[in-house]
């Protein structure tokens, strides 16, 4: 049996033994640090619905404060599917995730009834495409994340389907259309007449899709939203946090320490979904590779110590957030960049990364810097 089918199994066997297992419930995400544990029915704009083994009737978690949702009892396809991203087999696993919401929405999977099913599936092929970043999977995300919006219109995952489907077509070069897709969830938003935080939501998507705003007039709006946000909307406020943060390493003049300030504010109170926190951990890697660099330069005895630490930073994206694309070519370039500097001995740690950036982002323009480096 090759490794690749003993992975598989062994997926299957731990996947069997949770199925099995009666004691074992959904399990829902809070911001404020707590879990709560039930059968999860419906995922709605309104908030996560579920029912509790210790109360009568049904429970909701508003959508504002839960941050994800484990499901221990997944539909095969969709076991299937997490299955192919676990051998990396993210074309297949996308696929099959897309291909369970179809057949769900056109009434052919008649023994799959939850009806959280088809939103969770659509929005892991989002997110899978997402973890991919090439061309064309970006295009599939705009297309999924509207077959999202269209058909599930009440689903929790709406908001990040069309924050996914702004930040595709940005990349995609089609500023225009995004800053559209932000507009379109405002629309929603008012139409709906949903919560602060979804309008929070909605007017950070705007400014950040909004490629007329630069430097202190980007900052300045974000800074407003986040303190809007507060300790009520924390994911909202640390998403504008880490935002506000990337301004002031943009353009020819940076300030690191400013921008570290923030990035260490959002990881010591991590109430954030993967992509705030991928966006922080690559940041505070950024600015400590920076001090570490000047440490250096001037030959102070913890510059090493610095370094380590910014290596770590980026080791924390590389292996924990590892489907969050847009950090985790440059955390893997630039935790090459740290170990080459910490001397000789970390040169093979060094090559390894430049490696794993050639090979998993082979268009991308860290992948090239990498080839460079490692001439």
């Not at 069309?162 to 379109?184: P, V």
């Not at 770590?312 to 847009?326: E, I, P, T």
């Not at 440059?330 to 500097?341: E, I, S, V």
């Amino acid at each position: 049996m090759s490794f690749q089918l003993l992975r598989r199994a062994a997926f299957a066997a731990v996947t069997a033994a949770l199925l099995g297992a009666a004691l074992h419930a959904d399990r829902i995400y809070l911001t404020n640090g707590s879990t709560i544990e039930g059968d999860v029915l419906r995922e709605t704009l309104q908030g996560v619905v579920y029912r509790s083994k210790s109360k009568s009737g049904e429970q909701v978690a508003s959508a504002d404060t839960v941050i994800k949702v484990e499901f221990t009892k997944l539909p095969a396809l969709l076991n299937t599917a997490e299955g192919e991203v676990s051998d990396n087999n993210l074309d297949a696993a996308a696929d099959s995730f897309d291909q369970f919401a179809e057949g769900v929405l056109a009434g052919e999977n008649k023994k799959d009834k939850q009806e959280w099913a088809p939103g969770h599936a659509l929005r892991r092929a989002i997110e899978v495409n997402q973890s991919i970043a090439s061309k064309e999977s970006l295009g599939r995300v705009v297309a999924l994340a509207d077959k999202l919006i269209t058909k599930l219109p009440d689903s929790r995952h709406v908001t990040f389907a069309f924050m996914a489907k702004a930040e595709a077509l940005r990349e995609l070069g089609k500023g225009d259309e995004a800053l559209a897709a932000a507009g379109a969830l405002k629309q929603l938003v008012a139409a709906k007449s949903l919560n602060e935080s979804f309008k929070l939501e909605a007017d950070l998507l705007e400014v950040l899709m909004d490629a007329s705003l630069r430097g202190p007039q980007r900052r300045n709006r974000l800074v407003e939203l986040g303190a809007q946000a507060g300790t009520a909307h924390p994911l909202v406020r640390n998403r504008a946090r880490v935002a506000e943060a990337e301004t002031y390493l943009e353009g020819d003049v940076k300030d690191f320490a400013k921008a570290l300030k923030l990035y260490e504010g959002v990881v010591k109170d991590p109430k954030a979904d993967a992509a705030t926190l991928a966006g922080a951990y690559t940041g505070l890697g950024d600015c400590l590779f920076q001090q570490g660099v000047d440490k250096l330069k001037s030959g102070a005895e913890d510059s090493l110590n610095t370094l380590k630490e910014a290596a770590l930073a980026y080791l924390r994206v590389v292996v924990v957030y590892k489907d969050q694309s847009r950090y985790v070519p440059r955390a893997m370039y630039y935790c090459g960049r740290t170990f080459d500097l910490m001397g000789e001995d970390q040169k093979p740690n060094a090559r390894k990364m430049y490696g794993s950036v050639i090979a998993q982002y082979p268009g991308s323009n860290w992948a090239t810097e990498a080839k460079n480096q490692r001439r």
